[in-house]
């Protein structure tokens, strides 16, 4: 099994643009959650999926940022437009049904926003 | 809201010895607390679970306790190596989907 896979793995954009970070979760897996980790506030939760449906969204920072998951093997993180604030490393995670909730995160998308 | 702490300093041991982070949280006990490693560049990787009702939960040099009186939980790692360098993240979770990470500890063992 090849894990969560993300990509990009680094990307450097300007003020104002858009970004599309994206996400394949393991195979099997019928949840995805989307984190992002600063030094300053750590991991944390901005939005999660159950079964490609939209389940708590209450971590997402402000409208500028969105997600949608269109099929079981895909995700999509947008922010737009961007914001130096925005900086930060973001992690996907999975989850199998009934697994307790252990989840299995990919290597990171780091953002950075000039 | 809940609240999860964790020594925000670097632990540095010396290979061989057993380390302990801290993992403590704020108002009402999880129904379990999970435990990750974090290295370098990468995301964090499940290492152990343990549920309320336990007290104790070990795997290999992993050893993981639950305390829903001091609304702690420690992690030790024995005869640590410094290949267990890394930073561990506490991860509580409230019968719910979501876990709340904590800052996690970085840990440093030298040779």
Redesign the interface.
């Known amino acids: 099994d090849a894990g ?1 896979i993300q990509s990009p793995r680094h990307e450097v954009t300007e003020m104002g643009q858009e970004v599309t970070l994206r996400c394949k979760p393991i195979s099997g897996h019928n ?1 995805l959650f989307w ?1 992002r980790q600063t030094m300053m ?5 901005l939005i ?1 999926f ?1 079964n490609n449906v939209p ?2 969204d209450s971590g997402m920072p402000e409208d500028r940022f969105s997600a949608k998951m269109p099929n079981a093997s895909f995700s999509t993180l947008k922010i737009q437009p961007s914001e130096p604030r925005d900086s930060a490393v973001y ?1 996907c ?1 999975s989850r199998r049904e009934g697994a ?9 998308t780091r953002l950075s926003v000039l | 809201s809940q609240k999860i702490e964790q020594n925000s300093e670097a632990l540095n041991i010396q290979e061989g010895k057993t380390a302990t982070l801290t993992c403590n949280y704020t108002n009402y006990s999880p129904a379990y607390l999970q435990w990750y490693r974090q290295d370098p560049g990468r995301g964090p990787v499940f290492l152990l679970l343990i549920r309320e009702n336990e007290k104790e939960k070990r795997k290999e040099r992993l050893k993981v306790t639950f305390d829903t009186t001091l609304k702690q939980s420690l992690f030790h790692i024995t005869a640590s190596q410094p290949a267990d360098s890394a930073t561990y993240l506490c991860a509580p979770s409230y019968n719910t989907d979501k876990l709340i990470f904590g800052t996690g500890t970085r840990l440093q063992v030298f040779p």
Do not use: H, P, T, W
Not at chain 1, 41 to 45: D, K, S, T
């Open positions: 969560v949840s984190y506030r750590g991991l944390e939760l999660y159950n389940i708590d992690f995670a307790k909730n252990i989840q299995y995160f990919g290597a990171g």
